[in-house]
């Protein structure tokens, strides 16, 4: 199967910290990688398009500043999310697409993000 | 701030029987279709996919039926158990837009002993 990973699955920081979570592929190599964001009884929303070794694509109002996204090799991904806010509080969860193919994306456990 | 939270559509089923979960896509220009079943405080898993080529595809337990007429898609669930208890939601994909998904606004599935 496919696994992708997200550390930490949990995070509470201090309003003004930045914060950087993890996505990461094990068992495949991702060219792209996808992040997004839900609220409570809500959808998943894209954030971005992260692809590796190139800028991530980003979702119309979506920060690209705020929400900054690395991919710098075909297992890793990585979003931070600087000068944290409370209204930042969200669980963001990362897809990767398994190289060759342009379908099914794998998804990651997210990450639970608070700012208190 | 963080938008108010909608209420999500809730299907209860008893355990045993038969779940369909519809959902209603918007772009007719979109190839591929994936369900995805989400727990509580855990990231989506893939269910069952189909192509707009396909109108019905089948996998162990779930059969997934596509009308491309009415842009609707539907997830059947045979013989539910607790375990199916989750939020499920449909997800499109564009022609040529590489994997990048729409997700629609999910269905709560509650089932019941």
């Known amino acids: 199967g496919a696994v992708v990973s997200q550390h930490p699955s949990r995070v509470i920081c201090k309003s003004g910290t930045s914060v950087k979570i993890e996505c990461r592929s094990l068992?495949?190599?991702?060219?792209?990688m996808f992040w997004y964001r839900q609220f409570p009884k809500q959808s998943l929303m894209l954030m971005a398009t992260s692809n590796e070794g190139s800028k991530a694509t980003y979702e119309q109002g979506v920060e690209k500043d705020k929400f900054l996204i690395n991919h710098a090799s075909l297992t890793l991904s990585t979003l931070t999310v600087t000068s944290a806010h409370p209204e930042d509080s969200s669980f963001y969860i990362c897809?990767?697409?398994?190289?060759?193919?342009?379908?099914?994306?794998?998804f990651g456990q997210g990450t639970r993000l608070t700012v208190v | 701030g963080e938008s108010v939270g909608l209420h999500l559509p809730t299907l209860s089923v008893q355990e045993g029987d038969n779940s369909i979960i519809n959902c209603a896509y918007s772009?007719?220009?979109?190839?591929?279709f994936i369900w995805y079943k989400q727990e509580s405080g855990k990231g989506p898993q893939f269910i069952i996919d189909?192509?707009?080529?396909?109108d019905k595809r089948q996998g162990q337990r779930v059969t997934v039926l596509l009308n491309k007429t009415v842009k609707h898609l539907s997830l059947q669930i045979a013989a539910t158990q607790p375990g199916d208890s989750a939020v499920y939601f449909c997800?499109?994909?564009?022609?040529?837009?590489?994997?990048?998904?729409?997700f629609g606004t999910g269905t709560r599935l509650q089932v019941t002993l």
């Open positions: 068992d495949f190599q991702a060219t792209t």
């Open positions: 189909i192509r707009s080529n396909m």
């Open positions: 897809s990767a697409r398994r190289i060759g193919t342009n379908t099914e994306a794998f």
């Open positions: 772009n007719s220009a979109s190839d591929y």
């Open positions: 997800a499109e994909k564009l022609t040529g837009t590489a994997s990048k998904l729409t």
